[in-house]
């Protein structure tokens, strides 16, 4: 079946940086873009934007350049997401989430399905 | 920017109706999905296109779009669907917008 698994919870301190996994399965890995979305403790969802898994082409939302960077393993089937000079902030949920449909979002569509999430906490 | 509203909470009792709605300008004219999160999961989607069940999704969910209103209905409620549920669409001015959720508790 289709399935996305996430790495383990972090504890980091401020300042420190994230690399946060996703790990597909089920499937062929290049033909769904992937998504990730933050979810801060008590909090709704938020998008982060999406990388193309066949060019590996990455697209951020507002709020999301610069510190934040998505990356793909394509011979592991895996997509990353690396956060660096974390702030107490940053402390949240982290979810990949797959398109609902091939085509790397040449037509906007839902996410289906999700991986369980990582707890990154920033804390000194 | 567009901009996503629902309730922050709907309750209802055990075997009736709940409605959770999403309000956006003209949202009639875009394909809504919803997504429900029980508490420490990840969202699942149960709506997707406005009215569509994704396999694995009970009939008794159901969702509609119109205007600027677009609604999940959640029929024969039972104490499993207590969720928090979401919206999502894709606007061009902010690529892909969530609501702020909406807690379904089941009386």
């Known amino acids: 079946q289709v399935q996305l698994v996430q790495s383990g919870s972090e504890l980091k301190k401020p300042g420190a940086s994230v690399k946060v996994s996703c790990k597909a399965s089920g499937y062929t890995f290049t033909s769904y873009a992937m998504n990730w979305v933050r979810q801060a403790p008590g909090q709704g969802l938020e998008w982060m934007g999406w990388?193309?898994?066949?060019?590996?082409?990455?697209t951020y939302a507002q709020g999301f350049t610069g510190r934040f960077v998505f990356s793909l393993d394509t011979s592991v089937s895996t997509a990353y997401l690396q956060i660096s000079s974390l702030k107490a902030e940053d402390t949240a949920v982290y979810y990949c989430?797959?398109?609902?449909?091939?085509?790397?979002?040449?037509?906007?569509?839902?996410?289906?399905?999700w991986g369980q999430g990582t707890l990154v906490t920033v804390s000194s | 920017s567009y901009v996503l509203t629902q309730p922050p909470s709907v309750s209802v009792a055990p075997g009736k109706t709940a409605r959770i709605t999403c309000g956006g300008n003209n949202i009639g004219s875009k394909s809504v999905h919803w997504y429900q999160q029980k508490p420490g999961q990840a969202p699942v989607l149960v709506i997707y296109y406005d009215s569509d069940r994704p396999s694995g999704i009970p009939e008794r969910f159901s969702g509609s779009n119109s205007g600027n209103t677009a609604t999940l209905t959640i029929s024969r409620v039972e104490a499993g669907d207590e969720a928090d549920y979401y919206c999502?669409?894709?606007?061009?001015?902010?690529?892909?917008?969530f609501g702020g959720g909406t807690k379904l508790t089941v009386l």
């Open positions: 989430a797959r398109d609902g449909r091939p085509g790397q979002q040449l037509v906007p569509n839902w996410f289906d399905p």
């Open positions: 990388i193309n898994t066949n060019t590996g082409n990455p």
């Open positions: 999502q669409v894709w606007d061009s001015s902010s690529d892909h917008l």
